[in-house]
């Protein structure tokens, strides 16, 4: 019995394809074909164009995620780590399931990927622009033989770790504003979130959420912040090497996190930092600061010059805007 995914596959080139050949390749009749096309419009949000005596086509080619393709670009002894990869296709949200792995106590890492995600969440809750089978949605669960609190820090070095992962890519001009926002040319290229659980003496388990933008497509009107993609920063490398690329620096720097903790990549921060001498407001529940950045502390707080004074600030609920825009 033929599924959307399969009708999906055939389309996915771009290229025309005619009911009859659909329902002939994949087993089913014309209007089975039909409804499937009928579920990617409606509920993937999928433009399929429908042109009478040449069929059906995508009106933009995908190109889909697959297990082995991914680990195709993951280091053997990288991939031997792993006690699974995953990949979804239209889930509410990765990182729910990453969490939903932490409770049975699992081998090893576990990555997950999805073609799209229908819940997915930023930083302080905001809702995460999800378009199918365009960008990277990814997450990954890793255990730490650390108490939780030494898990602070943990998203300042995926950032440095991601924005490392581009410029080997080709993307330049990009940076990050604290905590972990990757920006291109002012716009969020990419986004992290940490949700982390564990025994007060260790060890502690880490989900790791990224999303990066490849290829935004139309951008809806609800985003309340400039959105930028790879696609527009001329960067052609494929999604499929782009996962495994990101799956292996994400193992990379829990390797290195759990040996060294935040130190190696507060000191690569400066590199990436947008922000350093910058006017700021910092604003949170009962906090309204403002200062010019300083840099980072050693445990990844952002320090402030204000009224002479250095300050340092954490992440959590804090919210941080350039003098500017404020």
Known sequence: MADSRQVLKALADGGFCSGSELARRLGCS?????????HLREDLGLRIDAVNGRGYRLAQPLELLDRARVLAHVPAAQRRRLAACRIE???P???????????????GPIAWFAEAQTAGRGRRGRQWHSPYGRNLYFS????????????????????????????????????????????????KLAGILIEASGE????????????????????????????????????????TE????????????????????????????????????QEVCLSGPGLSQRGTVLGLAADGGLRLLSDGREQVFHGGEVSLRLEAEA
């Open 200 to 239: 007060a003496q260790g060890p502690a388990w880490a989900v790791i959420g990224v999303g990066l933008n490849v290829d935004l497509g139309e951008v809806p009107d609800w985003l309340d912040q400039p959105a930028a993609d790879l696609r527009g920063a001329g960067i052609t490398v494929p999604r």
């Open 93 to 107: 949200s990765t990182n729910a399931l990453a969490l939903e792995a932490a409770s049975q106590v699992p081998d």
């Open 140 to 187: 990954l669960l890793y255990r730490f033989e650390r108490p939780l609190h030494a898990l602070a820090g943990l998203s300042i070095a995926v950032g440095v770790e991601l924005a490392g992962l581009l410029s080997a890519c080709g993307l330049r001009g990009h940076g990050l504003k604290w905590p972990n926002d990757l920006l291109w040319r002012g716009g």
């Open 89 to 91: 296709d239209c889930v």
């Open 30 to 38: 014309r209007s089975a074909i039909w409804k499937h096309v009928r």
């Open 242 to 277: 782009l996962a495994g690329r990101l799956l292996t620096g994400m193992l990379d720097l829990c390797e290195t996190f759990a040996g060294d903790g935040l130190t190696p990549f507060v000191e690569r921060w400066p590199e990436y930092d947008l922000l350093r001498g």
